[in-house]
């Protein structure tokens, strides 16, 4: 099954001229060393030469004759090659990597190297790409390091196997049937992953069981570091406040009490004992019911340095999460993240990470980026992103995400002037913070293509190559991955790669145009229903956060409202304060505007908002166009799968426009506008709809 293989196709070459070069190029492999790590890497040149190639190149056991791809880390390296590479190795850090065509005594030879032995596989990896993408072989010279320590996959993987927005089958994790059985997956998960340059894994959903911390559980998560651990891959578990209650007998889960103090230490020693690269823990406390140091009077700097006290000693690390709602402000749920944790900057030990969702809200299809990026100097935060499509149509829906997470990446936060991206503040670089990561919501589970949409393979791609490089360019990384996956004929990637590109903002058209967001349907979130406000929590009605009226629809958060534009430096705040200067992509989050506002092209409000959700639909329909063009270059499973699902996303992007636009009409008392279709049914049909099939929270 393709589907499996992911973005390791290894597609036999098809330009001759090409081919013939590579193997001009690559006449003998020599490696070096006799790791796992090594063995690996030296197995996967081999599955991919004699798939890409239809050989395998002589494996010698030392450098004879020339054209010889050499494979090493720095410890193993011939005296001459490593003073040949000096300048290069001081470039790079631990995990980093030398691909390098060097003449050595006079020969032709081709280097993969660095530090560590995962260094040379991820150039391994990375080498395997060039000959995936057809790029030359000849006079190589690429030094390149990861930019963040921590890239993760969080997992909100159920011990039940059910994963809370998980829209691609069950969990990977078989705790029935470890630690004595290895499933072929967990090492084809580690072997994807590897590709990427991903390096950690959290196994467990942040609404987290404390079982997982039990002997029982724990054994078994031992198994899977030991698979994951040649492929750099660390493991790390989410962890229940109140697991010193549930698990320990304690009557307290209190992190100024001695007794709960102990009991972390104990069970991060004995963690460590079976798993001493362990990566530490991930944390969701006093948010959505979740237990936390407030239940006890504490704050989130007691809770998280308890615990980054206890896995200390072992190198651990906290991931401590901001997704938190609060009294303060509780007219504006946008404003609470910042608001609580703020004020927390430099209060944190050294070994927690603050891990800050991409926008204010949760996930939506596009939000201004965090405030609290740039705004915590002295604490450093890593990004959380969802890869999981819960509010962009499940895995029903064609949505390319990196380009969502290069607009935020690429967001200036000015808190340090002009040029502080949001970027710089995950990598470290603005504020040289040493502990630096980036986390995505996994979109994995068991189903046969791993993703559900064979597109969203991409984003678990994009998510990984973003990770490691924060600045890369989604179009450079749906180009890869296209040649890699699909094909490398061109007249399959340019029509395809421009719908992958396009596909993002055509899901903010036809679900939350022009800053709308949080519209969707109760609990599971599939579908529209800016019509619901009956949540117990106000600050999860739809109706909350589009404000629709007779006078006009958005949330004004500027001066006049909610006055959360001040949370962000003043030359931000400006910018989005002022309903002339607001970038109408962000104008509903920001401003509550009037019916008949005169957009930047001319149109009403009305008119503009009811002609961008028509807009996402045809965006959807082109894309079918363009598809349905590609059937001679690819295998028709995939082909077909996509094909339905394009009909699927059609279908629904018309059920959005038509249930939204219904909606407002009872507001806005307009009629549509030319150019937009009429809606088939009325807003009473849609309102009566239900989705007891719609995979909810798990
Ligand atoms: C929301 C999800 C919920 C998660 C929560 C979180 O709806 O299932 O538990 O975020 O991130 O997006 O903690």
């Not at 630096?436 to 998510?463: E, K, R, S």
Request: hydrophobic content about 35%; aromatic content about 12%; some cysteine.
């Amino acid at each position: 099954q393709k589907d499996y293989k992911l973005w390791l196709q290894y597609n036999t070459v098809a330009n001759s001229a090409i081919a013939t070069e590579y193997k001009n190029t690559l006449k003998g492999i020599v490696l070096l060393g006799n790791s796992e790590t090594i063995k690996i890497a030296g197995k996967e040149l081999k599955t991919g030469f004699s798939d890409m190639l239809g050989n395998i190149p002589e494996i010698k056991p030392d450098i004879k004759g020339e054209n010889n791809l050499i494979v090493s880390s720095e410890s193993n390296l011939n005296i001459e090659i490593k003073n040949e590479l000096k300048s290069d190795f001081d470039k790079i850090n631990d995990e980093g990597f030398i691909i390098k065509t060097v003449s050595f005594k006079n020969k032709k030879q081709i280097i993969i190297t660095g530090k560590k032995d995962v260094a040379v596989l991820y150039g391994v990896f990375n080498f395997l790409r060039i000959l995936q993408t057809n790029k030359s072989t000849k006079n190589l010279n690429i030094v390149d390091s990861p930019k963040t320590n921590i890239r993760i996959l969080n997992h909100w993987d159920n011990l039940d196997r059910t994963i809370e927005r998980g829209y691609a089958g069950f969990s990977l994790w078989n705790w029935q049937k470890l630690p004595d059985f290895i499933d072929q997956r967990y090492i084809d998960y580690a072997r994807a992953n590897a590709s990427i340059g991903i390096n950690g894994t959290v196994l467990t959903n942040v609404n987290a069981n404390a079982l997982i911390l039990t002997p029982q559980y724990l054994e078994k998560v031992e198994a899977l570091a030991n698979v994951f651990r040649p492929y750099g891959i660390k493991v790390y578990l989410t962890a229940r406040f109140s697991a010193p209650i549930e698990i320990g007998n304690l009557k307290t889960a209190d992190p100024k009490d001695s007794e709960v103090i102990n009991w972390w230490k104990n069970k991060s020693a004995e963690i460590y004992k079976r798993i001493p690269d362990f990566g530490g823990f991930l944390v969701k406390a006093n948010s959505e019911g979740q237990p936390g140091p407030q239940n006890y009077g504490r704050d989130h700097v007691d809770g998280a340095n308890m615990l980054a006290d206890a896995v200390a000693p072992f190198d651990g690390v906290i991931m401590w999460r901001a997704f938190v709602y609060s009294e303060h402000d509780a007219n504006d749920r946008a404003k609470q993240a910042y608001a609580e944790f703020q004020p927390y900057d430099g209060k944190f030990k050294e070994n927690v990470i603050v891990q800050v969702k991409n926008g204010a809200i949760d996930f939506q299809p596009r939000e201004p980026f965090h405030p609290l990026f740039g705004a915590m100097p002295k604490t450093p935060l890593m990004m959380e992103f969802q890869i999981t499509q819960e509010y962009l149509g499940f895995s029903t829906h064609l949505v390319f995400l990196p380009k969502l997470f290069q607009e935020v990446l690429e967001a200036d936060t000015y808190q340090k002037g002009e040029g502080s991206t949001v970027a710089k503040v995950v990598d470290g670089t603005l504020y040289q913070n040493k502990l630096t990561g980036i986390a995505g919501v996994a979109n994995i589970g068991n189903d046969l293509n791993w993703t559900g949409h064979p597109f969203a393979q991409a984003n678990w791609y994009g998510f990984g190559r973003l990770a490691w490089n924060p600045y890369l360019d989604s179009k450079t990384i749906a180009d890869e991955w296209l040649r890699s996956t699909f094909s490398n004929d061109k007249n399959f990637i340019e029509p395809v790669k421009n719908i992958m590109i396009e596909s993002r903002e055509a899901v903010v058209n036809y679900m939350t145009p022009l800053g709308l967001h949080h519209i969707m349907d109760t609990g599971h979130h599939y579908g529209p229903g800016p019509w619901v406000s009956n949540l117990s929590r106000p600050e999860w009605n739809p109706t909350y956060y589009h404000k629709a009226d007779k006078n006009g629809i958005g949330f004004d958060r500027s001066k006049t409202g909610t006055n959360a534009s001040a949370q962000y430096a003043p030359e931000v705040e400006k910018l989005f304060d002022s309903l002339e200067t607001c970038p109408e992509k962000d104008l509903l989050w920001f401003h509550h505007v009037p019916w008949n506002y005169k957009l930047k092209n001319g149109q009403t409000l009305w008119n503009g908002l009811a002609l961008k959700y028509q807009e996402g639909v045809n965006q959807v329909s082109a894309m079918q166009n363009v598809w349905k063009k590609t059937e001679k270059y690819i295998d028709s499973e995939r082909f077909n799968e996509v094909e339905m699902l394009l009909e699927i996303q059609y279908k629904e992007a018309k059920w959005w426009r038509n249930a939204c636009l219904l909606y407002f009409q009872q507001f806005s008392g307009k009629e549509l506008p030319d150019g937009v279709e009429k809606p088939t049914h009325t807003l009473d049909y849609f309102k009566s709809l239900k989705f007891p099939f719609a995979p909810g929270n798990g």
